[in-house]
Every structure is written in C-alpha cells, then in structure tokens.
C-alpha cells in the first residue's frame, strides 16, 4: 500500500500541472461563476481530503455523493450515432448529475437534502464525501449545502473520480433514482 | 446466436457477484466485468450478432497507457498481413459516442498502419476491429488511462475556430519498407460536449464526418469518423510511393461543408 501510495504521490504532480496552476479564495457563500476552473484550498465548516484521506475514512463507510454532470447527447449529432453516455464513479457512490449548480431550483435543493437526510438516517454527523473531478466547483458547492444544513462530517474531495481512479477501479452508476438533471442551460 | 442472452445473464450475474471484489482497493486493471459487458453491447450495436474472433495476431493498437493530454491521444493500428484486408474499425469503449472511426480500404490502400489522434473521456477499452473481404471479423483491445479529454474545452471562440476550417498539409516520409503520409486538417471537430463557461451553452456539434483519399483516382481510403476524432485531424496512413497520380483528399463535416485538395504524387511523376 505505501508503495502503490508513494508511486500515486510521483504520478499526480504530473497530472495535475496544467490542471492547478492557481488556488482560488473561498467565496462567502455558493459559487455562481464558471463551473470548471480554479477551486479554494479549504471549504469552512468541511474537511478536504485527497485519495490518502479518503482511503482512511473508508472503514468508517461514509455517504459518497458524487454530483458530477451527466453527458447529454449534443446538439447537431447525427441521428445515425451510436450514443452511450456511461457515468463511472467511486463503486457505492450515489451519483447526483449537476447537484452542484448554484442556481438549483429550491424545489430540488430540497428533494437533495431529503434524499441526503434519508441515506444518512437523519445523522448530522455522519460521515459524507462530497466530489466530482478536479477544479469542478460543483462538488465544492454541494458540500458547501451540507455545511450549511447542518452536517458536521462533511469531507470535500477535490480530486475526485480523477484522483480515485488513479489507483482504483470504478463502477459505471446510473443517476440516483427520481433525480432529474439539473438543467444544462439556464431556461 | 440464440445463447447471446444467457450470456448476458451471465455476465450481469458475475458483475454483482464481484462487484464487492471490485471495491476492495484493486487498482483500475481493466479487468472489470461492467466492462466487459459494456464490450459486448457495443459489438451489438456496431457489428450486430456477427462473431469477432480474438485476432492479435491480425490487428494492433498502439496507445499510450497513459495519456499527457486526453483531447489529443495518439492511436496507431497495425495489420501484419494486409492481404485480404477491408476496414478497420476504432471503437473507444467508455466515450458517449464509442465509435471513433471506420476505415474502408480502397485498391490503393496500405492497410499495414494507419494513425491517428483521439479524445478520450475516461479511463476506457481502446478496440481494434480489422474487418476481411470475406466479411470476418478479428479484434484487439488495449487499456488508455485518460479522462477528461471530451468536454475539454476549445481554445477559442467558436467563430475563430471555424476560420481556416478545411485547410490541408500533407508530409510524406519514405524509407526502404514503405512511404507513408501525414495528412493534416484544420477542422475544430466540435464535439457537442464543450460548453462555453460564461453562456453556459454547449457548442453544437460539428465534426469531420468523412476522410476520403484517393490515389491517380484509385481509392486509397474512405474513413467515417465520430466526434472522438480530435480537433485538427492528423492522419498518418501507408501510400504506395511508386504508384503514379496525385493524392487527392476530400473532407466533409456534419454540416455538409466539403473541402477537396490535390497533392502531387508520391514518386514525383505526374
């Protein structure tokens, strides 16, 4: 394991130049600029965990939310192509397309909560990790809704799926059931 | 044919039977059975019930097993023995749209290596197909760890993007086995997955939908490609040097747009 750790600690500088260049200040409250680009270093209120701290809460089996977007089929596709849109995550996250977005309407930011509240049987203090991909301002924004709901064992995992599967195989999930997709465009 | 939903079955029955296996901290080797089925419904959809043997021997891919840049993976088919040969196929297991591109072979073709460069969304199967006159099929497959590189987005502004669009170059590099050519083509191959941060809208989808070469009128190839094609195609592909007439090369994208261009032969005669 320290090996696989230390080989992982030599791969990801590699990886993640071009994709971190900068560190962005922490807003005081959700993000509403671009989407994909440069996330804070901290989230008040949450941990921030890499693959190493993420490996350490797994005994204590925490809620993974994963709120990356779904794939939609382009517009201008040929009617002719073959489209198969796959989600691969963390295997036993609950995947939430677009829970991250900033101007969710109210209606969902509660059917999020709710469904939150029930996979955590209504412990505020249960472990939960929220995350994407890198500089994906999504998940920094869901886990800054459970900060703000009164969850106390948030975990933010800023590298995500990316980071994850360095190392470790994932499963293909279909979108938690009876949540709808934010969105892509503002209506 | 009648056993395919059984194997199915199957399969699906392994998958939740290892799916615990699975979670337990093995690193990503490929072996997944999630994707082994994803494979198989994939060869449904693209191939139908026709059988594809297991055919290294017959097909290559080379690709990097780890790619610096997602948008732009460079992949190399191989075929040993050309003779017999009709098509290849490139399809790219975990991409939205897997089947990156078709290529026919004409009389004036080189089957023996053709190359190309590719968007990968995830960690994913890379499959070669090689597809005979007779109509067999034989496959090949390889893992790629690169993730990312379908909604990355493009550089400039769609307009500026699009300015040039259609403008070729073609290098020819010989040695004593074989001449080959490098065809490039400026096209942003928009893929529909790329979305303008500050409008939050996705750029539509427009792409290189047909590569066709053809040598003193002969065909040399005819290559159907998908939005996995990465922007600016570059093409590297076998060429008979000795074989006299121009390379003609015709490009068409989705919105009909169609670009042509002559390049003198290889060998220098007319």
Redo the contacts between chains.
Sequence with gaps: MKA?LATLALLLP?QCVAAEPTVAPEPPGLWSG????DTPATLQGAQVIDVAGL?RLMPHRPLLIDVGPA????????AS??????H?TI??AHWFPGAGRADLPPAQVEALLQRIGTLTQGQREAPVVVFC?PRCWGSWNAAKRLVQAGYSGVHWFPQG??GW????????VDAESGWNDAP???P | MKRQPLNLVFALALVMAT?AI??A?????AS?P?RQV?WR??QQ??FGNRPIAPGAHLIQIEAPARA?DAALVPITLRVPQPAGVKAVHLVID?N????AAKVIFGPAGDPRKLSLRVRV???THVHAVVEMEDGTLYQTSTFV?A??G??A?AGASDDDALQGAGQMRLRLHRDAQAAEATLMIRHPN????Q?N??T???T???YL?EIKVTQGGRLVFDMTS??SLSADPVIGFGIDASAPGELAVQATD?QGQQWSQAFPAPGGAP
């Design positions: 696989a590699l671009p989407m994909v680009s490996l794939d939609r089929r382009p517009d201008g596709l040929p192509t073959v489209w198969r849109p796959v691969r295997p036993g991909k799926v990316h599967q360095e190392q470790h195989e994932t499963a293909a892509a465009t503002p | 799916s699975s979670t901290w093995g690193a990503t080797d997944d999630q994803r419904e994939l959809d693209l610096m975990e939205p749209a897997p089947y969304n995830d960690y760890k993730a990312g379908c909604s987005p928009f893929n529909g997955m979305m941060q500050i939050r809208m996705f539509p989808a427009r939908k998908d939005i989705t």
